[in-house]
T-cell receptor
Framework: DAKTTQPPSMDCAEGRAANLPCNHSTISGNEYVYWYRQIHSQGPQYIIHGLKNNETNEMASLIITEDRKSSTLILPHATLRDTAVYYCIVRVPRYGGSQGNLIFGKGTKLSVKP | GAVVSQHPSWVICKSGTSVKIECRSLDFQATTMFWYRQFPKQSLMLMATSNEGSKATYEQGVEKDKFLINHASLTLSTLTVTSAHPEDSSFYIC????????????FGPGTRLTVT
């Protein structure tokens, strides 16, 4: 699975959009971009995933560049409850066996401030 | 969405005793579950892959005789920490793989283990 690079930390004002970048310059054609987040002392939570088109759900939007070498997770109206570590993971969807596990990097610690 | 539960949410045990942690997929069947461990201010590290009906696959450096994994049904996997030591104190998290592409992982809330 391709490696990702994320800034270690970011701040965001409450009510503003939080834009979290992720670089994955070695991504291959069949690898998806997944985003998870982990609020302190909780298990990770799935946010969104995409292959090449921009995606939106009730939690966030995912913008993937045309060359797929980077992406941005957008939380449109950040709240204090969005304070968490956000992980960008690139992988081919696989079911079963050790190939199906996720490899977590250090992620971006997002602090939403009032 | 799919829900994964863990029990207990926290446990304190004495050194030398064993502790069992349960991971359940509540509304879907999971032939594969994963066990992760997370030390303070560190990222999640995969310990083992739990496959229903077969032996677990352990990551390098994880002692299979110390961390016993049993995936007895399609909705339950258990992790038993045997002869626990203070250095085993950590946050243990399980995940279950969804049955359909893109095979999202659904994580449990984690279990905080403290060995005294």
């Amino acid at each position: 699975d391709a490696k990702t690079t994320q800034p270690p930390s970011m701040d965001c004002a409450e009510g503003r959009a939080a834009n979290l970048p992720c670089n994955h310059s070695t991504i291959s054609g069949n690898e998806y971009v997944y985003w998870y987040r982990q609020i302190h002392s909780q298990g990770p939570q799935y946010i969104i995933h995409g292959l090449k088109n921009n995606e939106t759900n009730e939690m966030a939007s995912l913008i993937i560049t045309e060359d797929r070498k980077s992406s941005t997770l957008i939380l449109p109206h950040a709240t204090l409850r969005d304070t968490a570590v956000y992980y960008c993971i690139v992988r081919v969807p696989r079911y079963g066996g050790s190939q199906g596990n996720l490899i977590f990097g250090k992620g971006t610690k997002l602090s939403v401030k009032p | 969405g799919a829900v994964v539960s863990q029990h207990p949410s926290w446990v304190i045990c004495k050194s030398g005793t064993s502790v069992k942690i349960e991971c359940r997929s509540l509304d879907f069947q999971a032939t594969t579950m994963f066990w992760y461990r997370q030390f303070p201010k560190q990222s999640l590290m995969l310990m083992a892959t739990s496959n229903e009906g077969s032996k677990a696959t352990y990551e390098q450096g994880v002692e299979k005789d110390k961390f016993l994994i049993n995936h007895a049904s399609l909705t339950l996997s258990t992790l038993t920490v045997t002869s626990a030591h203070p250095e085993d104190s950590s946050f243990y998290i399980c995940s279950a793989v969804g049955p359909l592409p893109p095979y999202e992982q659904y994580f449990g809330p984690g279990t905080r283990l403290t060995v005294t």
